[in-house]
């Protein structure tokens, strides 16, 4: 699932976590290790007895579910879901939709011993390494044409408001850039680990989604961070959910779990031709990346 992500230039994935208004805080993603990898989520705090309950509301009818219901007072001891025999609380009633899927992806991986190898981290690296100084120099490119078109008297007023406000965003990252690297100067070695962290969940995610698409099949869409295969991922949750790998007793809490799943005026699909040859190939070393 999409995280949000600030609008840049482009829609190019490489340029998502290369070369984007994003480098303002990259740095400091670095410094935390920040992502964790796909299906790595946070484990629900405090789990407390909540006692026996029962699902209210499934992927069968989630959609139809009475969302007005009053959510009881947020609490360590409201267990308004399960996963994977784990107590999710109304205080993470925020976080529900990733803790249930983060958990669900995560044991999937491992079930199916699903990792990076280092040959394909040492290729998301070398790519996006190469990727970056490729944007670097159609970023300087593109502010000096449009510097350049700017000096012209014959620009309609909404033509020269475009213009402007391109360069605005190209100067933004590219400030951005140079800011980050004098911030990262003398620090190649210790940012390493860190790099190769990041290029772990990367990895990890696309293979994770591959191998949904080639169980389940289904239509693909378009996501800043990668395609996703959205059947795929319907299916594998309606799956496991009959398996009781997770039950979710909050109406509520269960019609915006599904909603992602299946609400298709969320989402941009591909044609089966394309969402089959973008989920199967990795982002990364595709000549022209999935729009």
């Given at each position: 699932m999409e995280l949000q992500r600030e609008q840049t230039v482009s829609e190019d994935p490489n340029e998502q976590f290369i070369a984007t208004a994003e480098n303002e805080d990259k740095l400091d993603q670095l410094k935390k290790i920040g992502p964790k990898g796909a299906g790595k989520m946070s484990s629900p705090a405090d789990n407390q007895d909540g006692g026996n309950q029962t699902p209210v509301t499934t992927s069968e009818n989630a959609t139809s579910a009475q969302t007005n219901q009053p959510?009881?007072?947020?609490?360590?001891?409201?267990?308004?879901?399960?996963?994977?025999?784990t107590?999710?609380?109304?205080?993470?009633?925020?976080?529900?939709?990733?803790?249930?899927?983060?958990?669900?992806?995560?044991?999937?991986?491992?079930?199916?011993?699903?990792e990076p190898t280092e040959g394909e981290l040492d290729a998301f690296l070398l790519?996006?390494?190469?990727?970056?100084k490729q944007n670097q120099i159609k970023f300087e490119q593109d502010r000096e044409k449009?510097?350049?078109e700017l000096k012209s008297s014959s620009l309609s007023d909404?033509?020269?408001?475009?213009?402007?406000t391109h360069l605005a965003t190209i100067e933004k990252i590219l400030k951005s850039q140079r800011e980050m690297k004098e911030q990262t100067k003398g620090m190649?070695?210790?940012l390493r680990p860190m790099k190769r962290k990041m290029a772990q969940q990367f990895v990890r995610a696309w293979k994770i989604n591959k191998a949904l698409y080639e169980k389940y099949g289904g239509r693909i869409i378009f996501q800043q961070a990668g395609p996703e295969p959205l059947d795929a991922y319907r299916d594998f949750l309606k799956e496991r959910e009959k398996q009781v790998a997770f039950q979710i007793f909050d109406a509520e809490c269960a019609v915006?779990?599904?909603?992602?799943?299946?609400n298709d005026a969320m989402h941009t699909f591909?044609?089966?031709e394309d969402g089959a040859k973008f989920i199967r190939t990795p982002w990364w070393l595709m000549e022209e990346p999935p729009r």
């Open positions: 959510m009881a007072e947020l609490s360590d001891t409201n267990v308004i879901a399960t996963v994977l025999g107590k999710i609380t109304a205080k993470d009633k925020a976080k529900l939709s990733g803790l249930i899927f983060g958990a669900l992806l995560d044991q999937y991986a491992k079930d199916n011993k699903i790519k996006t390494e190469e990727k970056e449009l510097l350049e909404r033509e020269r408001k475009q213009k402007e190649e070695e210790q915006s779990f599904w909603k992602y799943f299946t591909y044609s089966g």
